[in-house]
């Protein structure tokens, strides 16, 4: 199995107390008739677009199976970038050991079975369609304490971006429950660490690669617990 382990949502020190701390008429005329003509530019541009759009998308899929890896070689890897970024601590239940949480995940990858030449199609570079219609990654959380399958179109909701040489995105917020093991012989000054382990579910690493983004900081979305406070977010393969 191909896997990543985003690890140490550490979720530390448990708080007990909490801090609530206008010009002539002839230049109105020249401005209105110049508005007037932008407006007409606009609509002439976005109805072709759309017509362009729904080409493209007919050219793409018209012969194209979502059951199919992405892949030109059958012995070719799938190169999955995958980030998952903290968003909010829902809920850390001490008695049943599970975490709840929201995270915003990113994965990424090329099907060059999904490109075309943006100059055909009017200049489109991207498309957004349903995650149903194209291969997606099977990446799951293996320690999920949900009874539903966490990965994949069954967790995720969102539209896919494809552009034009291959490039696929898919970015999804989701709530996931995860199983975290804690020790509160500290309590309540305990910190707890609460590892979650993704991977994909049936690709090994010889058919699906997947490797980490970087740039995971959760800072610029991460909404304050008012229990917990996060000390840190790391992820390794």
């Known amino acids: 199995m191909s896997h990543l382990m985003l690890c140490s949502i550490n979720v530390c020190t448990k708080v007990t107390n909490m801090l609530f701390m206008f010009i002539l008429k002839?230049?109105?005329?020249?401005?209105?008739?110049?508005?007037?003509?932008?407006?007409?530019?606009?609509?002439?541009?976005?109805?072709?677009?759309?017509?362009?759009?729904?080409?493209?998308?007919?050219?793409?899929?018209?012969?194209?199976?979502?059951?199919?890896?992405?892949?030109?070689?059958?012995?070719d890897q799938v190169v999955v970038t995958f980030r998952a970024k903290l968003k909010q601590i829902i809920d850390l239940k001490d008695n049943e050991q599970l975490l709840q949480v929201?995270?915003?995940?990113?994965?990424?990858?090329?099907?060059?079975?999904?490109?075309?030449?943006?100059?055909?199609?009017?200049?489109?570079?991207?498309?957004?369609?349903?995650?149903?219609?194209?291969?997606?990654?099977?990446?799951?959380?293996?320690?999920?304490?949900?009874?539903?399958?966490?990965?994949?179109?069954?967790?995720?909701?969102?539209?896919?971006?494809?552009?034009?040489n291959g490039s696929t995105i898919w970015l999804a917020p989701a709530m996931f429950i995860t199983v975290c093991h804690l020790d509160v012989r500290y309590f309540p000054f305990d910190d707890q660490k609460c590892p979650m382990k993704f991977g994909s579910w049936t690709h090994d690493e010889t058919r699906l690669d997947m490797r980490i983004l970087t740039n995971a900081s959760s800072d610029d979305i991460y909404t304050e617990h008012g229990e917990w406070q996060l000390l840190g977010l790391e992820q390794k393969r």
């Open 102 to 164: 929201i995270l915003y995940t990113y994965q990424e990858w090329t099907n060059p079975l999904l490109t075309w030449n943006a100059s055909l199609y009017g200049g489109t570079e991207e498309i957004n369609v349903d995650a149903s219609m194209v291969w997606v990654p099977d990446i799951v959380l293996y320690n999920s304490a949900e009874f539903t399958f966490s990965g994949g179109t069954h967790k995720y909701k969102t539209d896919v971006v494809i552009y034009w």
């Open 26 to 75: 002839m230049t109105i005329e020249i401005h209105i008739i110049a508005v007037f003509m932008t407006s007409l530019v606009i609509i002439f541009t976005t109805e072709a677009s759309l017509w362009d759009e729904q080409r493209l998308i007919h050219d793409l899929f018209q012969n194209y199976s979502k059951f199919s890896r992405p892949v030109v070689n059958r012995n």
